[in-house]
């Protein structure tokens, strides 16, 4: 009898996942080339679902909410496998003196228009190529009141991991060019088809993990931070803030755009661009905490900037005013 409940049972669990994975398919419009790889795919589903729903029930608590997203036929290693992140070549790191008294309790660029629209990564695409073109045309934008899209594409072909992406930018690309001037990779790079819009003079690199640094940093401009992304419940996060203290074990697997930060019921977080399209978390946007070094985030962050640029346009502002009153002075003078 009791053989009979359990397969009674299993039989309602996989009718229940079978309908959710036709559901799913529908939703989606996910269509597959053969009968094997549907099989496959539809047993990674089945697994993704039931590790969902574990995590549902022994976390009831949890500071972000999880469900079913387009990615949930594939396998978290394949999302984040094909990232290949530098080591140890690395230009000497540069960071600049810090004030943190009299930030503002929240900031996010996203506002101002400086930002692009979200990236939908590809399977072995390098995302490095697609944050580090991200920040630079974001800092141009900040700079100049324009948001142009930059080729990640010529980033991709120009500067191939584990190359660091900001030292090619700045040594070997000399910027980075308009996405319509070279809108798709070519298979090795040519310098000679585009002319770069978009540069910077300096690449701050943060040492000690220290997340007020982080803090003062973007008040000028976004930040790369590469971080874990195989934490429990990430793959199927929706949204609200993502807090998993395990997630800080695992190794660095991706790499992301920091656009801001906030703070939501007394809990401190980091606001995330992701290039898993807009289906998946927050229109593909994602939050976590902040302060603790969550998934590693505060371990390997850059920001690129340019101090000669910022420091001529603040100081132009400040004699503009001047320069007026003594121009319609002369002028009354005269006449």
């Known amino acids: 009898m009791r053989f009979l409940v359990f397969f009674l049972l299993l039989g309602t669990v996989f009718g229940d996942l ?31 679902v039931n590790r969902m729903r574990a995590f549902q029930q022994n976390h009831p608590d949890a500071t972000f909410t999880v469900g079913i997203n387009y990615l949930m036929d594939r396998r978290i290693e394949e999302l984040a496998s094909g990232t290949k992140l530098p080591r140890g070549i690395r230009s000497v790191s540069h960071e600049k003196p810090i004030n943190v008294k009299d930030l503002p309790e929240t900031v996010d660029w996203r506002v101002k228009g400086v930002i692009s629209s979200v990236f939908t990564d590809k399977i072995g695409f390098d995302v490095t190529a697609v944050v580090s073109t991200e920040l630079v045309e974001t800092l141009y934008a900040i700079e100049t009141g324009q948001l142009i899209k930059g080729s990640i594409s010529q980033i991709f072909d120009c500067c191939p991991q584990p190359t660091d992406a900001f030292d090619c930018i700045q040594k070997n690309t000399s910027g980075i060019c308009r996405d319509s001037d070279y809108p798709a990779t070519l298979g090795s790079c040519n310098l000679n088809i585009c002319k770069p819009f978009a540069t910077f003079d300096k690449i701050n690199r943060l040492e000690g993990k220290n997340e007020e640094t982080m803090k003062a940093w973007i008040q000028e401009s976004t930040l790369w931070a590469e971080l874990n992304t195989v934490g429990e419940g990430f793959q199927e996060y929706t949204k609200g803030i993502y807090d998993v203290p395990s997630c800080t074990e695992g190794p660095i697997d991706y790499v992301v755009q920091i656009v801001g930060y906030g703070v939501e019921a007394n809990k401190p977080y980091w606001i995330c661009k992701h290039s898993w399209g807009k289906d998946w978390g927050e229109n593909g946007y994602f939050r976590i905490a902040r302060g603790k070094n969550m998934c590693r985030i505060a371990e390997n962050v850059v920001q690129v900037a340019n101090p000669k640029k910022s420091d001529g346009v603040r100081q132009s502002n400040f004699i503009s005013i001047p320069i007026v009153l003594i121009v319609a002075l002369v002028s009354r003078m005269i006449n």
């Open 18 to 48: 079978s309908l959710e994975w036709d559901k799913f398919k529908r939703d989606y419009n996910k269509q597959y080339k053969t009968v094997a790889e549907e099989n496959q795919r539809k047993q990674i589903f089945i697994e993704n």
